[in-house]
């Protein structure tokens, strides 16, 4: 096998699992480890990926990857983040979901609910509870961004200050140990302060892959939440932190996922 020919299967390693090992990857083409350094080497020469220690992960940097990317990226436990946090979401309520593929798979899990009262600033989200005819729907006004079907900006905001929300559920581009909240938009920013002003409860439901990436834009932090819905055990420092601050934890398996 070429290298050129390993590379774009390489990068959707990357892309599934949030990072790629030396090891692994040697194993997967059965070539060597250094053939595998080299790889890497010449992708994160390309600005493919960035190395780290024994291996390598999604570059960094001011631009998210493109939409239809992330929702292929980690589906499987997306799908399982998704299922653990609409069980938390109780019947008759009022709900807030906003812009993310994590989001969107949360709403593919609330078809069942009842009585709910669903404000969105999430073309695809609006879309897939339509499937739900005992879900109402509120669409929050504001500059259309293409990229993602996310509406964002002052319309947006003064929108969903109207609303008092049982429950938000937010997504993000990227964590760190200390508890930041990340993303690469910084319209987002003003949106998100609102969601979480305007809400009771706060659930984030992120994957293991967001701790791997890095964005410019802090959005909220660790105290905004109440509870945070993941697939993979958590850094020892964001534990210690979720328990400083009464954040429930909950990992979701996999293999719960349908």
Do not use: W
Not at 146 to 153: A, I, Q
Not at 161 to 189: T, Y
């Amino acid at each position: 096998m070429s290298l050129t020919i390993r590379y774009p299967e390489i990068i959707e390693i990357a892309r599934r699992d949030g990072k790629v090992t030396v090891e692994g990857l040697a194993e997967h083409f059965g070539v060597t480890l250094q053939t595998i350094r080299r790889d890497l080497a010449d992708l994160a020469e390309a600005g493919r990926l960035e190395r780290v220690h024994g291996g390598a992960v999604l570059p960094s940097g001011v631009v998210n990857i493109g939409y239809e990317d992330r929702r292929s990226t980690n589906a499987k436990a997306k799908k399982a983040i998704a299922a653990a946090c609409a069980a938390e979401i109780p019947d008759d309520c009022s709900v807030f979901l906003n812009i993310g593929t994590s989001t969107e798979a949360v709403a593919e899990k609330m078809l069942a609910h009842r009585n709910i009262l669903a404000v969105t600033n999430n073309i695809n989200v609006a879309s897939t509870l339509a499937k739900n005819p005992d879900c109402q729907i509120v669409l929050a006004g504001g500059t259309l961004r293409r990229s993602d079907g996310g509406l964002v900006g002052d319309l947006t905001t003064r929108t969903i200050r109207h609303f008092k929300f049982d429950i938000a559920v937010i997504g993000c581009s990227a964590l760190d140990d200390e508890g930041d909240i990340l993303d690469f938009d910084m319209q987002e920013v003003g949106v998100t302060r609102a969601i979480i002003d305007q809400a009771r409860r706060i659930f984030l439901v992120a994957d293991h892959s967001k701790f791997l990436r890095k964005a410019p834009v802090r959005v909220a932090t660790l105290t905004d939440l109440d509870a945070f819905f993941t697939d993979r055990a958590l850094p020892a420092a964001f534990v210690h932190r979720c328990a400083d601050h009464a954040v429930q934890i909950h990992i979701a398996s996999e293999a719960s996922a349908t």
